[in-house]
């Protein structure tokens, strides 16, 4: 059984930083893609960046150059690191694991309860 746990959200002012932390516990992080999605009130649920099992991580355009993440496969767990935060960035953001199951390639996509980030201007 895989469980997310995602921590680290709060209320911060416009151009200030906060970060996100995600703890795995049934699966590993650095064997299968990592990703921080966001959903804004009233919204789809969107991609903020995806790290595959490579390392090679994927942004959205969005946030690209402010938002980075990263993995301590040690401790199972991948952090996001957002920087000169805008109102914009205001939702609540879940850590997501796609849990590869066997080797022909089956997976199944595991999802945190999520975090809330709110940015005042």
């Known amino acids: 059984q895989v469980h997310l746990m995602e921590s680290g959200g709060g209320l911060v002012q416009s151009g200030g930083s906060l970060r996100l932390s995600c703890a795995a516990s049934?699966?590993?992080?650095?064997?299968?893609?990592m990703g921080w999605y966001r959903q804004a009130p009233g919204k789809e649920r969107e991609l903020v960046v995806n790290i595959p099992s490579s390392g090679i991580a994927d942004y959205s355009p969005s946030v690209k150059g402010r938002f980075t993440i990263s993995r301590d496969n040690a401790k199972n767990t991948v952090y996001l690191q957002m920087n000169s935060l805008k109102p914009e960035d205001t939702a609540v953001y879940y850590c997501?694991?796609?849990?590869?199951?066997?080797?022909?390639?089956?997976?199944?996509?595991?999802w945190g309860q999520g975090t809330q980030v709110i940015v005042s201007s």
């Open positions: 049934g699966s590993s992080v650095s064997r299968n893609d």
């Open positions: 997501s694991m796609l849990v590869v199951i066997n080797v022909e390639g089956a997976n199944f996509r595991s």
